[in-house]
Nanobody, 126 residues
């Protein structure tokens, strides 16, 4: 079993920054693909960013809505994944979830991910 715990959420004004952390424990494997998703009230959960493990170190991918503003990174020594969010907009307001995919497929589809954290709230005010 894998446990994921997110932290770093909060309230910020538009244009500000936040860094989310996701600490993995249990049977978390460095070769898992990791992803960040978000869900706003009344909306479906949507993909934000992902990181796949490769023999060259890794590959990252982003939703178009956050490309150039958000950066996903992983510290394998700490078994932690981060999401640096810059130039935040009110539309970024949502609960953000960390997820792990043991198959390391690297897809934006939530059903691909077997393990999920409890989520952390991010609120961006205008």
């Amino acid at each position: 079993q894998v446990q994921l715990v997110e932290s770093g959420g909060g309230s910020v004004q538009a244009g500000g920054s936040l860094r989310l952390s996701c600490a993995a424990s249990g049977r978390a494997n460095l070769n898992y693909a990791m992803g960040w998703f978000r869900q706003a009230p009344g909306k479906e959960r949507e993909f934000v960013a992902g990181a796949v493990s490769t023999w060259r170190g890794g590959r990252t991918y982003y939703a178009d809505s956050v490309k150039g503003r958000f950066t996903i990174s992983r510290d394998n020594a700490k078994n932690t994944v981060y999401l640096q969010m810059n130039s935040l907009k009110p539309d970024d307001t949502a609960v953000y979830y960390c997820a792990a995919d043991p198959s390391n497929m690297g897809t934006p589809t939530p059903s691909t991910y077997a393990y999920w954290g409890q989520g952390t709230q991010v609120t961006v005010s205008s």
